[in-house]
């Protein structure tokens, strides 16, 4: 029989209750809890084996550690952050009383590492996204030691992949992609997920109240007085036309190219709801798509932004409609850690 995970994995998930961690007595669900795939996913890039130092970034339920405690054994130890008091208590208490003995869990920003634990790992995991791979992992781990982590991929707001690379010693070196999205880490308790907390370069709310976002390079450093009117015009004229791929294409293969080919090019927005946007934004107007609906398009202002937005999908396809297996990870020194971008 052949299962979807390795067997230590598997093995982890079939001793743990995952309910018992992610239900309230009420029986609603922590928040954020992920799904239990992509944790086991993130799990086998991991490659966690008896008697490893693991380091957890965004304990949330404590099932994601409950899971770590069993792949690590007796021998092995599982240091994991969380930045909600409420959710590290709730977690201390849950795990104890499953007879997790080989956890400890600290309640503080997990981008500073686990500082004050005098541990070094051999393992790190994320479960949520940073903008770059912080120094302060690399100066508590030993060398050797495996990182999978979410991490943001081009600079702009909502643009994520999850990374695994390996520290080496000296530097770290990236290996694999997984596509999978996670909250931004933040480094205190947050109440609205609507705005980003990094990366939205104009921001506006409509008449109801909702937040309208646009993050692209070319606001960077400029009054936001442009962006601001793009929003607007997207508010208050919008359009909608077909996108730039048919019904047969994958739009989440395109969504991902353009992380990969056009950081520098590309904007992201949300227009009032939870939902994230790719595509062409100038002053003069804007042609946006979803990752997983690329074949409709709401655009504003002149039509350039729509014929920009056009002309990468037929890139796309000259270049075979690569998707992210196609993609490689690269990673570039930045003042405190590594930023990690998409390569073809
Ligand atoms: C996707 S959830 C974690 C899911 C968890 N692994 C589970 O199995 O339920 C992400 C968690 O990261 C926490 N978080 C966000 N930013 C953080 C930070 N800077 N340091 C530590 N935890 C953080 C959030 O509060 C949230 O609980």
């Not at 499953?98 to 393992?123: M, T, Y």
Request: a negative charge; glycine letters at 10%; aromatic letters at 6%.
């Amino acid at each position: 029989m052949t299962t979807m995970f390795s067997p230590p994995v598997q093995a982890a998930l079939d001793s743990v209750d995952e309910a018992a961690y992610t239900s309230r007595p009420d029986g609603s669900r922590v928040p954020q809890t992920s799904a239990p795939k992509i944790i086991a996913s993130m799990l086998d890039l991991l490659d966690v084996t008896p008697g490893r130092r693991v380091l957890e970034i965004g304990t949330g339920s404590g099932y994601s550690t409950a899971l770590l405690s069993g792949l690590v054994g007796d021998d092995g130890h599982v240091t994991s952050v969380e930045v909600v008091p409420e959710l590290t208590a709730r977690a201390a208490d849950l795990l104890s009383a499953h007879g997790r003995r080989n956890v400890e869990l600290i309640c503080g920003d997990g981008v500073k590492g686990a500082p004050g634990s005098g541990q070094i790992f051999d393992r790190v995991i994320a479960w949520a996204t940073v903008e770059r791979i912080p120094d302060a992992w690399l100066r508590q781990v030993a060398p050797g030691a495996v990182l999978v982590t979410p991490v943001n991929v081009t600079g702009l707001a909502k643009t994520f992949m999850v990374v695994r690379a390996r520290y080496d010693g000296r530097a770290l070196q990236p290996q694999q992609l997984l596509e999978a999205g996670f909250v931004e880490a933040h480094d205190q308790v947050v109440d609205q997920w609507l705005v980003p907390p990094y990366g939205a370069d104009a921001l506006i709310r409509d008449e109801q109240g909702r937040p309208w976002w646009l993050s692209a390079r070319w606001l960077r450093g400029r009054a936001t007085a442009a962006g601001e009117a793009l929003l607007a015009r997207l508010i208050t004229e919008p359009r909608e036309s077909p996108g730039p791929l048919t019904e047969v294409e994958d739009s989440a293969a395109f969504y991902n190219y353009l992380l990969a080919t056009r950081p520098a090019e590309l904007a992201t927005a949300a227009l009032g709801e939870p939902v994230w946007r790719i595509g062409c934004a100038t002053p003069a107007g804007a042609a946006l798509i979803t990752a997983d609906d690329a074949q409709h398009t709401v655009h504003a202002g002149d039509e350039e932004a729509l014929r920009v937005l056009t002309g990468w999908a037929e890139t796309w396809r000259a270049d075979g409609s690569p998707g992210v297996d196609r993609m490689r990870p690269v990673l570039q020194r930045g003042d405190d850690g590594w930023r990690v971008r998409l390569a073809l």
